[in-house]
């Protein structure tokens, strides 16, 4: 008598890998044999799964195409296979399989507009928070404004690219109608990812913004963040930034060591 534990790894290994049939004992055969069933629930299975990563990376399928996206999708899910009960959590990885993958080859930057992708996921379904009370900031003596440590909204995502993926996943939007061509020598950019109301903004940030975003959210007081951002831009304005990032949301709370001030 199998255990429990060792039918469940059986019919998960059969689940994907139709040679792993056999290791699924239990299944009826009522009229159709087991291997026929698993197989139907083997095809439903796979396109649910095809199904959510397509509604996640629809940019990606766009630059690929629907039938090879399709192929690299079963590809993945046999090779990544679920471990959440979540099926929109098991495209978390795909960033990763393409980067991986042969076609990076010939699409290099395919696998970071898979990142920016999942992050438009993660950030939507992130929680809300409401915005920062300025009223509070303001209770702050000016002489202790270089040790705050600023929190960035949980919806916020900062990533970087090599490649101008901004602009091709611009295009790839539904609404885009302008040119549809992208000088891969423009260079990287700079992203920041977050929730604006029932929809996610991704905007492209100049170096000293994102520089300062990256090191507050690693937790870095204001001084050293600035240190950061005004060693890649002299320009970098920190007056300005604090004002823009509180007032759309990205900023929504902070902390400041209670041996320095206790308001």
């Not at 439903?44 to 399709?70: C, D, H, M, Q, W």
Request: glycine fraction near 8%; proline fraction near 5%.
């Amino acid at each position: 008598m199998l255990s429990l534990h060792e039918m469940q790894t059986g019919f998960a290994a059969a689940l994907l890998d139709p040679s792993a049939s056999r290791q699924a004992p239990g299944i009826r055969a009522d009229g159709v044999s087991p291997a026929v069933r698993l197989g139907f629930y083997r095809a439903n299975v796979i396109e649910n799964y095809r199904k959510a990563l397509r509604l996640t990376y629809p940019a990606v399928e766009k630059l690929v195409g629907s039938g090879f996206f399709g192929r690299l999708a079963e590809e993945y899910i046999r090779q990544y296979p679920s471990r959440s009960g979540d099926v929109g959590r098991q495209a978390e990885q795909f960033a990763e399989f393409l980067r991986r993958h042969a076609c990076a080859q010939e699409l290099p930057y395919l696998a970071d507009i898979a990142r920016l992708e999942w992050g438009i996921e993660e950030s939507f379904n992130e929680q809300d928070t409401q915005l920062l009370s300025l009223q509070r900031l303001a209770t702050v003596p000016e002489e202790h404004y270089h040790k705050l440590r600023f929190l960035l909204a949980p919806s916020c995502r900062l990533m970087s690219s090599d490649f101008p993926v901004y602009s091709i996943w611009d295009i790839c939007q539904p609404a885009y109608a302008g040119e549809a061509n992208v000088d891969l020598n423009e260079g990287g950019v700079d992203l920041l990812i977050r929730r604006d109301g029932f929809g996610v903004t991704v905007e492209a940030l100049r170096p000293g913004e994102f520089t300062m975003l990256v090191a507050l959210s690693i937790g870095c007081v204001f001084s050293e963040a600035y240190d950061h951002a005004h060693g890649v831009d002299r320009t970098f304005d920190p007056a300005e930034f604090l004002q823009t990032r509180i007032q759309s949301g990205v900023l929504v709370d902070f902390t400041l060591a209670a041996e320095v001030y206790a308001p």
